[in-house]
């Protein structure tokens, strides 16, 4: 069986062809699926009956099962989702005033072990199809509809995610096939219809895939860099002794030639006594210097048996201000969902500590006057 969440417009319209059925019948099926989250395809009532009865005998529409379901104080809502194989993803809903934001995975775990990510920390076990990353965006508009979920936006007749962020589980580019897939559903105008201003893919910096999405799918990108160098960024961010710092920046410069935002987004986890001092904000400045982009500043949101301890908010604020003063917009990402553990990075649950070796190791280059 084919899962209609698995397909983007050249999938279902292929998917007809093959049928021998005339293209326009991909876009009735996905304004069904993407827009009107159906989940019978039965009640197509616009495709004829023998249609119907043809395509159900080839096709379902099968969206995550669910293995919990929490809405924190704030009104930020979690679910966990049943991937198979003892193995769960996590997506975030985020209501704002304006906006409603989804945080989606893209993979069960991940290998680039990043010293401070609890999902890292997991180690990797499989990148999700398709349909399981378009799952959560179809299954969160459904489940948000149906529970009456208000804002200004839904009451104008538009679905309750209107953002969609990649910073959930996993490395997207890691599993670039299945995630531009998504991404081509997500900004197609006969399903999400959402613009590429409005999709955020946050990457730990392949640069050969930013290059890639550059052709494929150039949604706004957030960059996770954490470190003004590549000595402390090698040890927080594994993933830089393959790719240094000049290599990212380099291609962070190219992919603003096809960016739908002027700007890169870089997204920076404050840790305290790692890399929040004054002087590795002034470096971290010079180091940026030719790329246009934002500072987006994350308090380190902590897990169980993880050796790091978040900045503390004088010192976070002292960064931000040293970072405005040498003229870089920069914001402290709020928290949210800290009560049901839907904060960044705190997706994956429990983990065993398997770190504190290499952690030594970054406090040392973080200080190198502190022994140890
Ligand atoms: N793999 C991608 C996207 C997922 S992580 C990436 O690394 O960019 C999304 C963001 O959360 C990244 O910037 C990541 O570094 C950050 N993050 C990971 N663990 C965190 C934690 N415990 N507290 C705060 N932010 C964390
Ligand atoms: Fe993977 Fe991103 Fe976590 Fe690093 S921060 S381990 S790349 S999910």
Redesign the pocket.
Known sequence: MTNLLDLDSAGLTALFAAMGEKPFRAKQVAHWVHQRFATDIGAMTDLSKPLRERLAAAAEIRGPGVVSDTTAGDGTRKWLLDVGAGNAVEMVYIPEDDRGTLCISSQAG?A???AF?S??KQGFNRNLGTAEIVGQLWHANRMLIADGVTGPWVEQGRAPITNVVMMG???PLANFDNVVTALNVFIDDNAYGLSRRRVTLST?GIVPAIDRLAGACPVALAV?LHAPDDTLRNDL?PINRKYPLSELLAACKRYLEHAPRDFITFEYVMLDGVNDAPAQARALARLVRDVPCKFNLIPWNPFPGAPFATSPRPRILAFQKTLMDEGLVTTIRKTRGEDIDAAC?QLAGRVQDRTKRRVTRIHAAANPSTPH
């Open positions: 991940c680039l072990d990043c990510c999902t890292g589980m996993g490395e730990s996770s961010v990075g």
